[in-house]
């Protein structure tokens, strides 16, 4: 399947998702607490459901990482493609009644986001890439005449826009952002703020705490096909599928920073790479 084709086609599976965690976003649903005390509800089962069967109908014998289904111990076997899937990101805005949650769906090969999507389900509006087609924006199931194309914006240096977690700030992430001349600071949730930089609207997002593979894959493959980034905090590309991680669960990232322009790539894995910065964050 091209690329295009196959990004068209998590587009529409993103949204059919999407309009059964409406339903949930409307009326209501109860809340239950997982092993590790995040929450889920049952939209996120039910929407995780429904991907699941239309991926295999789509790319049949492609294992798809789900975090509903891991979660409850179904994990496939490591492959060198495969799809990782977020049925909501987000919960907590969502039990909130904030219209930051998104839906994420990723194509991996060899530990890289290759196409993916991130569709807001409440805002109507949904950010899908590939390796080989760009990036848009969408505002309706099919990516048509009316999808805009998007890419990072030029580095300005004196006018850096950096998007943080609402839910999740922390010190770290304002140390790390004092190194840099920021004009504004954007909080929002989920997978969007991946999609800031990706449509131009931000610079940097640096995340120094918890994030699950399915979190950030989806928007991840969004601003690579944008022209943007991500490192870790060690300065190396943000790899997948990562399993027997010492001191750490499998799919389980380390901390991050993802990027617009490469001018500001480069000067953040310079930073990164330094014994003094990187001992400071």
């Known amino acids: 399947m091209a690329d295009l084709e196959l990004v068209g086609k998590l587009n529409e599976i993103a949204w059919a998702g999407g309009r059964i965690t409406l339903d949930y976003f409307q009326t209501g649903t109860a809340v239950e607490s997982k092993a590790d005390d995040s929450p889920v509800t049952m939209a996120d089962r039910a929407a995780e459901k429904y991907i699941l069967d239309e991926l295999e109908k789509t790319c049949p014998g492609v294992p798809v990482v789900a975090e509903e289904a891991v979660s409850a111990g179904s994990v496939p076997a490591t492959a060198e493609r495969f799809f990782l899937v977020d049925p909501l990101d987000g919960t907590k805005e969502f039990i909130a009644g904030r219209s930051d949650?998104?839906?994420n769906i990723a194509l991996i090969?060899?530990?890289t986001p290759v196409c993916g999507v991130v569709h807001a389900p409440a805002r109507g509006t949904s950010y899908a890439g590939g390796r080989e087609c760009g990036a848009f924006m969408c505002q309706s199931a099919e990516i048509g005449e009316d999808a805009k194309r998007i890419s990072v914006r030029d580095f300005d240096a004196k006018g850096v826009v950096a998007v943080a977690s609402r839910s999740h700030n922390s010190p770290e992430?304002?140390?790390?952002?004092?190194?840099?001349?920021?004009?504004?600071?954007?909080?929002v949730g989920s997978s969007l703020k991946f999609c800031l930089l990706a449509a131009g609207e931000a610079d940097l997002y640096p995340r120094f705490g918890r994030t699950m593979e399915w979190d950030t894959a989806a928007g991840h493959a969004v601003l690579l096909a944008a022209g943007g980034g991500v490192v870790t905090d060690a300065g190396m590309p943000l790899v997948y599928d990562k399993r027997n991680q010492a001191g750490d669960c499998d799919f389980a990232n380390p901390h991050f920073i993802a990027f617009a322009d490469p001018e500001i790539g480069s000067m953040v894995e310079?930073?990164?790479?330094?014994?003094?910065i990187a001992g400071a964050t």
């Open 109 to 111: 090969e060899e530990g």
């Open 270 to 276: 310079k930073m990164l790479k330094s014994p003094d």
């Open 101 to 103: 949650y998104t839906v």
């Open 173 to 187: 992430t304002d140390a790390f952002l004092a190194k840099f001349d920021v004009a504004e600071k954007v909080s």
